[in-house]
């Protein structure tokens, strides 16, 4: 994936009234309820409605929309999707902060169902398997610290039409990176076949209350047409390969058990791959053939 793409979103000057988009509001909301942001939740809440609106932009949403949120915190970006028409299904684990949704959010709004649980055991909140089916999409600013195991929950299926997520900018980083890259890796793979990346904007800490230590970026991603789902073995075996990802494929191979691995490998050779080429030099498009030898 290419990075020219990168953009900067500015933040913005005026702010509606109805959400907490001002620091000012924000600490006065958080003093209201008692409640202090809790770093180990990444609880840095957006008080820009630019970033707002952008996400709503990118993500496309209308009264057909299925849409899953992942911390909806106190409700901002809550507010905007479900203002679009679409119907959420949100995932809090903050006990507090899930409180003041369902007070506050969660009565005028027959669209949203909330649950209080961790994403990790809940990636895509709790919304029916038919309609994830019948095609949703995520748009979310994640909690930092989860967000590469959530990812990795999300991509075991079924899989999001359309993501539009709030990330750590090193989470996207690796998320994108192309191959021969040192911030290559399994997550690369399992991401880049099947979602194509469609914008990338870096966004300021100072759209966040509090303001970040990290650089942050939004993404959008769009499932692809072609798009490659592989299996949870295949899955366990690729991310076992990555962590001696300066060792030699071949000997790496050898030690797998996955039916077919040696036929891919000799099927690389055979294109023109070196013998002793390394994980992180195999294309994430290469890598996705690995599922045709099963
Ligand atoms: C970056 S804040 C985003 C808050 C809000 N959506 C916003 O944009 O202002 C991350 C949110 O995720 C919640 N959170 C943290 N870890 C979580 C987990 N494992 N499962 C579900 N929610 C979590 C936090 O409590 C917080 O509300």
Known sequence: MKHSDLLNVQCSASEPS??????????????QLEHLPNKKLGQNFLVDGNIVRKSIELAELDVNSAVVEIGPGLGTL????LASGASLWAVERDSTLAAHLRSNVVPGQPRLQLIEADCLDYPIAAIPSEQANAGYKIVANLPYAVSTPWMDAVLSGPLPQRMVLMLQKEAADRYVASHGSKTFGAISI??????????????????????????????????????????????ECIRRIFTQRRKQLGSLCKKESIPGLSDWFA??????????IRPEAITYQDWSELIKFQ
Request: charged share 20%; net charge positive.
């Open 18 to 31: 109805a959400m907490p988009l001002s620091p000012t509001a924000t600490r006065e909301l958080l003093h």
């Open 78 to 81: 809550t507010r905007a999707i």
């Open 267 to 276: 099927h690389l050779i055979a294109k023109g791959y070196s013998p002793n």
């Open 190 to 235: 399992f991401l880049q076949s099947a979602y194509s990346m469609h914008s990338r904007h870096l966004v300021s800490a100072q759209c966040f209350h509090p303001a970040p230590k990290v650089d942050s970026v939004l993404l959008r991603l769009d499932l692809k047409e072609t798009a490659v789902h592989f299996p949870r073995e295949i899955r």
